[in-house]
């Protein structure tokens, strides 16, 4: 058995209360791998977990199995001492945002995850930066504690490995997510139930806003490079949530000739928090330059600037490292 899951398995078993973090702006794969994480404890353990969120929780993922469960991290006493702190997904712990100080005051800590920008800043830190998603962490994890996998726990896994390999189409789908995803279905997941509760119940406002940024798009570069911008103006005119803007930049990055492409998001701070995806181009070096972080075609940061001048900014940086 792999050192750290065995040192995770003791640290479980020793703790009287447990808190699981999820990444602010969270996604399927932080949802689902807490949620999975979750449940294994209490169903195995016996413990009581307390499922944390930053910021709002997206309602689309309200299909998975006990989404109910989480608990926004505002309303915890931050001089609470848990035993036990575990991050899911959480590339640094700036991304748990008010939490980073409940998770620093826990007796131990625990960070799993799978962005090769992470440093590790945990007692634990079990990190693959090879594996698609953290479900895929958390599957070995389990297998190897020789745990039976219940079907709510699958539906969890396959929504992290669904939502982060973009239903199985970007260049982190390999022949292990196929073979996992097998596994999954055979535990009882319905590929079909899956995607259309994730990617095929959107509100009409939802729509309607995607389709009001996309038409929003500049191509610069000889449309090489995609930006649209969003500002709090139009996250008002249509009721927009956060969650409204997720995909979107997927869709400007499937226009042929874009290499780069990238959506910024004008926050409620008057910050900018954008999100980048490529083709061929590595981006960790632009988003490390805006101390942000992720993977080699899909990362984000967030520039403390107002819009406009984080456009610019980070418009120059792209075209630089194109060039």
Known sequence: MDKRFSELKNKIENAQNIIIFSHVSPDGDTLGSNIALS????????????????????????????????????????SKVFDLAIAVDVASKDRMVYGTSIFDNAKSTVNIDHH??????A??????????????????????????????????????????????????????????AA????LGVSPTYE????????PQEMVQFQAYVVSNTVFYNNGKIAFSKI??????????TD???????????????????????????????????SKTFDLTPIV???GGGGHTFAAGCTIKKPIAIAFDKLLKRVQSELE
């Open 116 to 121: 090769k920008t992470n440093l590790g800043y």
């Open 231 to 240: 500002t709090r103006a139009d996250m008002s005119k249509f009721n927009a």
């Open 195 to 202: 995607f259309r509760s994730c990617y095929e119940t959107k």
């Open 39 to 78: 449940l294994m404890i209490e169903k195995y353990f016996n413990k009581k977990v307390v499922s944390a969120f930053v910021g709002k929780l997206p309602n689309i993922y309200s299909y998975l199995p006990d989404f109910e469960r989480f608990v926004d991290v505002q309303t915890i006493e931050s």
């Open 243 to 277: 969650d409204f803007t997720e995909g979107i930049v997927e869709v400007l990055r499937t226009s042929k000739n874009v290499e780069i492409a990238a959506i910024l998001k004008e926050t409620k701070e008057g910050y900018t928090k954008v999100s980048l995806r």
């Open 123 to 180: 007692d634990i830190n079990i990190i693959d930066g090879d594996a698609a998603c953290v479900g895929i962490i958390l599957y070995k994890i389990f297998k190897e504690w020789n745990l039976e996998i219940t079907k709510d726990v699958a539906r969890c896994i396959y929504t992290s490995l669904m939502t982060d390999t973009g239903g199985f189409k970007y260049e982190n789908t390999t022949p292990e997510t196929f073979m996992l």
């Open 288 to 290: 490390v330059d805006f």
């Open 183 to 186: 596994e999954l279905v055979k």
